[in-house]
C-alpha cells in the first residue's frame, strides 16, 4: 500500500485477487489502485476546482490508462509491462520513475497539494504539452515525504 491507499497489488490483495480473478487479477488490482489514486487527488484538492492532477478527469492519462487495463483483460498474450510486474515493487517502481524523470520537480505547497504552475486549455489537446504536463506531474512523487501532497497544475480560465 502506496500513498493512494489500495492493497490491489499487496500480499493481501493479490491473494484475494488471485482466487477470484485468475486470469485477470493484475488488471483489477491496478484498475483498484488508479481508482484509490484517484480519490485521494479529488479528496486533498477538493477545494481547488481548477486543479489539474494526474487523474483528473480534464486529463487524458487516467482514461488511457483504463482503457488499455481493459485491452489487456481480453488480449490473448500479456503486454510485456503486465509481465514486469511480477518483478515490481516500491523500489523498482521509483527506480524506473526516476530513470524517466530524472530529478523530482518541486512545487508550492499550497493546503493539501503541490502546484507546479498552471495550464491553458489549449494545452489539453496538445501532444506536446500534454507529454511535458505528465514528465512533471510523475516526477513531483519521487520528492513527496511521508506527508502527502498532490501535485497539480491550475487550469488558467
Do not use: C
Not at 480473478?21 to 481548477?50: F, G, I, K, N, Y
Not at 520528492?143 to 498532490?150: Q, R, S, Y
Amino acid at each position: 500500500m502506496g500513498w493512494w491507499g489500495s492493497h490491489g497489488l499487496d500480499e493481501a490483495g493479490s491473494f484475494v485477487l488471485k482466487r477470484t480473478l485468475p486470469r485477470t487479477w493484475r488488471m483489477a488490482a491496478l484498475e483498484l489502485d488508479v481508482l484509490s489514486a484517484q480519490r485521494r487527488h479529488d479528496d486533498a484538492l477538493s477545494s481547488r476546482r481548477s486543479a489539474l492532477h494526474l487523474f483528473s478527469d480534464e486529463l487524458p492519462f487516467r482514461r488511457w490508462a483504463d482503457a488499455w487495463l481493459s485491452e489487456q483483460k481480453t488480449a490473448v498474450s500479456v503486454d510485456a509491462l503486465l509481465e514486469e510486474l511480477g518483478d515490481w515493487d516500491s523500489g523498482s517502481a521509483m527506480e524506473r520513475l526516476r530513470e524517466w524523470t530524472g530529478e523530482p520537480e518541486s512545487g508550492e505547497r499550497i493546503g493539501n497539494g503541490l502546484l507546479l504552475g498552471r495550464v491553458a486549455r489549449p494545452d489539453l489537446e496538445d501532444d506536446a504539452a500534454l507529454r511535458v504536463i505528465a514528465h512533471r506531474l510523475a516526477s513531483t512523487y519521487l520528492g513527496l515525504d511521508k506527508t502527502f501532497k498532490a501535485p497539480y497544475f491550475d487550469l488558467a480560465a
